[in-house]
Structure formats: C-alpha cells, structure tokens
C-alpha cells in the first residue's frame, strides 16, 4: 500500500518525490514504492458564483441581491481540471492508503488540500507534514514526524469562514455598488477599510493650513546650539525670535547643566512577513506584492529561508541546536561576518529570540542550512536574502551601546542645548547593515558645569510646519498590521486590488486616492469602512483557529451583516458619476466611452454595463502605408476583424486572412501525395505546396 502526497506546486512535489525516492515520473505525478506524490496547481476547486446556483445571477440586477446560498458549494476551476482529474484517478487507486497533506502549512495551504479532498469525497485517513523549509533534511524531519489531519481541522475552519465571509460581503456589496451607479466598484471586507485609511491621510494632507515658526542658533564658543523651552524648539512668532536673537548675540552664556545617559539598543529580532516587506519598501522600493514573489523563489527554488508567510519573529527553543548549522550554510557568502561567530561556538546572545509562547503556526524567516551560491541569485534575490541573512547575524552579537550627552546653558535668561552622541560599543550594528559613525564632533565631554563661555554669533530661521506625508508601502503595511487588516500572507494581494480597481495609484513610491476611490468612500457604508470592525472579525477567525470559536455563529452573522450592508446600500440616495467619462460615443450602443487605464496603455471602454465595446485610445501604428498619403495607418479591431484605417485621409483597408501555415509533418505528407504524380518529377517544394493549397481550394 502507498502514501498519496498532495503538495500545493509542481516545483515542491518535485523535491518531495526526490527526498522521498520516488523515481517513475509521469505528466501529474511522480511514484515510488511507498509513495505517490502529485501536486495542485494553486487552487484547484474554489467556491461555486452566483450564476452555478441559478442562471439568472449571470445579469447583475439590484433586486435579485443580497445572494446568500443557504449552504456554500464548491465546484472545480476549469482552466486547471485536467490535474484534479488526474488527483481523482490516484484517490480512487486500491493501493492508496492514506492521503499525506503536503501544501504550505498556513491557512491558504490547508484550504488548497481539503477543498480537493472534499470535492473527492475522501474518507480514508489523512496525515499532514508541517515544515518551515523545504530543505531535504526538513523534509526528511517532516516525514517522519507526520501530524494527524485532525489537528487542523480548526485551522480548516477558520479557512473556510475567511472565504466565505470574503465572497458573501466582497461580492453582495461589489455587486449591489455596481448595479446601482453603473459602473464598477468594488468593496470588500478587507480592502475597503485599508483604502479608508488612505482617503482618511489624504484628507488630513488636504486640509492640513501650514503655520510659520522660527528657530533661533547660536554659535556659543566651539559649539552649535539651539534655543529650546520646555522641550519646544519651535518659536511662532517673528517679534520672539528676533528679540532673542538680539538679547544673546555677543554675551556670555553658562553652563547649567550636563546630562549624561548611558543607553543600550537590544539586538533586533528576525523578520516576520510584515516587516520585511517593510524593510524592503524602505530600502530598495520593492512592492509587497515583488518582495512576497521573490521570497517565494528564495524558499521554494533556492531552499535558503525559512517559510515566508509568517506572522512571528521568534524562534523556537529546539532551534537552538541548529544555529551552527544555518551559520555553516552561509559561511562561504559571509566569512567575515560568521568567522568571529563561529570562533564563539555559534553562541547566540540575544536570547530571548527563543520562546515557544511567540510562536503559532512558523517561526520567523531565518536563513536554512543550506549551502547558499551567491551567483545563482537574481540581484532582487540577493538584495532579500542579505536583509534576512544579516538580520539573523545579529542575534550572535552584542547589543548595541551608546552615551548621550546633552549641555544646558544660560543666555541671558534664554535656554540653549547641545547634544551628542558617543558609541561606546557597536555591537550587532557592526554586522546589521546601518553602520553608524561615532557622532562626536563637539566634544561636550570635556565641558564643566558653571563654565562660561562666548557667543559669537546668533541667527533665526523662517520655516513651515509640514503637512502629513501620504502612505509608502512601508506606511500602509503598518497601518494594516496595526488594525488588523488582513494577514502576512494577503496584504500584498488587497494592495495590488485597490491599484488595479483604479481606487488608489502609486507615484513616486506613495499612494494617492483617486476620484473614484474618494466617491467610492462616500458611497460604501460606514461600517465596511470602520478598520476596527474587520479587525474584529480576523480575531474571531484567529480563535476559530485555535479551537476556541464558533465557525457557525461567525458564518450567521456574516450573513446576517451581508443583508445589512445591502439593504443600506439600495435605499441610499447618494449619487455618483463615473470619474473618467469621455465626450465621445460608444459606436455600438451609443453609451458615453470611459477612459481606463491598463498595463498596455490608455483604453477606452463603454460605460453601458451590457455592452462589451473595448479600444485602445490611442490606435496602434501599423507598418502598412496609405496608398494616399503614404502615412502610417492605425491598426483597428471590429466586429468584422482587424482592418486599417488612415487617420488623415480616412482610408479605410481590410487586414488580409493569414494563410494557414504548413507544419513538418504536412509538408512531408504534401511532398509524398505530389512526387507520386508524373508531371511533378523534378518540381520544387515551392511548387509542390502551391499545388497543394490549389487542390485545398477546389
């Protein structure tokens, strides 16, 4: 009897089957002699829409909502059936004893294996490998200490109420939002309130009134200072710093005070999802959505981190006795920064790092002990892994410390600061990648209290208080973990929906609301908007993970708030008007074209919801010349197919058919019928396919 093991990519199946020693490979699986490993595609299955429960949900109409089946069904994706039917012809095999659930250990990933099992109705036992890397000795570990499917029967729970909350809500609001201002608008449990965030700074920035201050320097002896009162360095009004400028210009000021303070920085814990998109948006730009993607490629292809899509930033106790491994495993891309480490036998000196209680489902992202080959690696790739690897370095260092020294002196009556900064001890910074430089020009060390000293000079600075500067990636990610939008593993994906909805736009690195994002606020209920309620929700779905919630009472008032914000969203009287309607007319209904914007360039759409009439706004440039005026002519798509039109002289010429090309294995079919035939000894290949394509025509 065999395994049947179900992994999430081809790409980790096939790693799988090779650890395992299964060697006979076939189009959808690979066997072994007690294992058969196969693999999704993604999702495989995914909840049933509207118009699989009644055909009549294909045309959107405001009075046929809310749509709120009494039981969810599942229903397999078309595009990828070929390989669940393949699954369902080894589930139904006699020699498979048991299903191995082999998909990334998360939420997501149990979702993507039971749906398929419920679909195949499976009743033999299941087993699950939990791993955080996809290493052959992880692997290996995994497979032997193999989990009963039943201890994540709540994790399964939770998965399914996260997808059907997201369905009931995302799709009855989109729907209804649509349907009654015609036009596309989508709203969602989620990013609904991460785009309520972002209108909400850019009102704050649109209403922000800048206010003038002032601050006043002086030059006091060797050192720079700066006027200060009760903290506040800011001065508004003009009268108040030009008087003081004048009281302290040329007198003598006293030393009142030195503040010494000797402080310490702990070692930064490793990198949860969360903050190394972060990190990754602050220091190279990356999206969260690029930083995800290359992470995945450094987990699943190049097995040199830890699973990615992970809340925590501990580690567990049992990882202790890995630390020198891992080392080992980047030692030939960081000899001089392991060399010293391993000198002090791996010894790791931030040890509160190891702690069970901070751990769910993974641990943080830390580097593996495999061999990692620099070279191999995209430049995205290694810029990653180097944040990771160094961030993991400095457990084994130090903390870092520092003295700061702060002089208070007596102008006059008029306060005056100057401070430094003296590291005493670089510690993990030495290996953290943000070298500091001992910042200690001024000597203030070597000053006494009641010295007196001279002031040479004094001045005063006009300025503008700032307005709030709108959300980078970085700013938004903080945002979502602080309300508890969504999880690590989906914030990227509800980002990337709020820039292709057209709601919001990214320039220069920041996010900034559109017309239609600022209409759409105003439409959506209040609710929806509120973060606090859909933080609500994600910890209802945390404790149905952990056993501790009702999934069925969660799904009844998931229904029961769907018909609310429905219900609220067809009695509104509220108004819209599509942000980016045109002058000009559809040709085929008459309807106003809306102006989109795509990855292609500029398009122009009909705005009537019925009609399906598409173009690019600006024509696309053919080769072809007219005969007239010898321009380019622009290349057009109709109803009757692709035609070329001069824009000066308005000539119009139809695109001729493509002949139908002549593959190998015709062409020696044609060469063998023709040379048969007398008259055609001797003739070309040319000839011999003219002939053929004359007989084709008769």
Not at 58 to 85: A, Y
Not at 466 to 489: N, Q, V
Not at 658 to 665: E, G, L, M, P, S
Request: hydrophobic share 35%; with cysteine; net charge positive.
């Amino acid at each position: 009897m065999k395994s049947l093991v179900l992994a999430e990519k081809p790409s980790v199946a096939r790693e799988i089957a090779r650890v395992l020693g299964c060697r006979e490979s076939h189009k959808s699986y690979i066997e072994g002699k007690q294992y058969i490993v196969t693999w999704a595609l993604g999702h495989l299955v995914e909840l049933k829409m509207p118009e699989h429960y009644d055909s009549k949900y294909k045309t959107w109409k405001l009075e046929d909502l809310p749509i709120i089946p009494e039981k969810m069904g599942l229903k397999v994706i078309k595009q990828t059936s070929h390989q669940f039917r393949a699954i369902e012809g080894l589930a139904k095999r006699n020699d498979i004893k048991e299903v191995i659930i082999a998909t990334d250990a998360g939420r997501e990933g149990e979702l993507v294996a039971r749906w398929i099992l419920e679909k195949l109705r499976w009743r033999k036992p299941i087993k699950r490998l939990w791993i955080s890397s996809v290493t052959d000795r992880a692997i290996q570990d995994g497979f032997k200490q193999l989990k009963p499917g039943k201890q994540f029967e709540h994790l399964y729970q939770s998965a399914i109420c996260r997808a059907e909350a997201d369905w009931l809500i995302g799709l009855n609001v989109s729907r209804a939002l649509t349907t009654k201002y015609k036009d596309p608008l989508s709203a969602g449990r989620v990013q609904t309130p991460t785009l309520s965030i972002i209108i909400d700074q850019e009102k704050q920035i649109q209403t922000f009134v800048p206010k003038t201050y002032w601050t006043v320097q002086a030059k006091v002896g060797p050192l720079q200072t700066d006027w200060e009162k009760a903290g506040e360095k800011r001065i508004f009004s003009k009268e108040t710093a030009e008087k003081i400028v004048s009281t302290v210009s040329g007198k003598q000021a006293i030393i009142r005070d030195i503040n010494r303070k000797e402080k310490s920085e702990q070692q930064p814990l490793p990198y949860d999802l969360n903050e190394l998109q972060r990190d990754a948006n602050k220091r190279f730009g990356f999206s969260a959505k690029k930083t995800l993607n290359t992470l995945q490629k450094l987990y699943e292809e190049h097995k040199l981190v830890t699973y990615p899509r992970t809340d925590s930033r501990y580690l567990t106790n049992d990882m202790k006795e890995t630390m020198i491994d891992r080392l080992h495993g980047i030692a030939n891309a960081y000899k001089e920064d392991v060399r010293p480490i391993l000198a002090n036998k791996g010894k790791v000196l931030a040890n509160r790092v190891f702690n069970n209680a901070k751990v769910s489902d993974h641990h943080a992202i830390i580097p593996t002990e495999q061999q990692v080959h620099i070279g191999d690696l995209s430049a995205d790739e290694r810029k990653l892994y180097d944040l990771i690897v160094r961030r993991f370095l400095t457990l084994f260092h130090s903390p870092y410390k520092y003295e700061t020294i702060q002089v208070v002196m007596d102008i006059e009556g008029e306060t005056f600061t100057a401070k430094e900064k003296v590291i005493m001890e670089f510690g993990f910074k030495k290996v953290s990648g943000n070298h500091e430089m001992d910042e200690s020009p001024q000597r203030l060390g070597n000053l006494t209290k009641g010295q007196k000293l001279f002031v040479h000079s004094a001045e005063f600075q006009e300025r503008l208080t700032e307005p709030p500067s709108r959300f980078s990636e970085s700013d938004l990610l903080y945002h979502m973990e602080k309300y508890g939008l969504g999880t690590p593993a989906t914030r990227a994906e509800i980002i990337e929906r709020l820039v292709s909805t057209e709601v919001v736009e990214r320039n220069n690195g920041k996010f900034h609301s559109t017309p239609k994002g600022k209409q759409l606020m105003e439409l959506v209920n209040n609710e929806l908007k509120s973060p606090e309620l859909t933080a609500k929700w994600e910890r209802e779905l945390e404790m149905i993970a952990l056993g501790k919630g009702n999934p069925a009472s969660f799904l009844q008032n998931i229904r029961q708030q769907t018909k609310n914000l429905v219900s609220e969203i067809v009695k509104s009287e509220k108004s819209y008007r599509a942000h980016n309607l045109t002058g000009s007319k559809c040709p085929e209904c008459g309807s106003f074209l809306k102006e989109r914007n795509t990855k292609e360039g500029k398009i122009l759409v009909c705005s009537s919801q019925s009609c399906s009439y598409r173009r690019r706004k600006d024509p696309k440039l053919s080769n072809r010349r007219c005969p007239q005026c010898h321009k380019k002519m622009e290349m057009h798509n109709g109803v009757a197919g692709v035609y070329f039109q001069c824009r000066t002289c308005n000539v119009v010429e139809k695109a001729a058919e493509k002949k139908k090309a002549v593959n190998k294995r015709e062409e020696r079919k044609l060469l063998q019928k023709y040379t048969q035939k007398e008259d055609s000894f001797g003739t070309s290949l040319g000839d011999l396919l003219k002939a053929a394509m004359e007989d084709n025509k008769e």
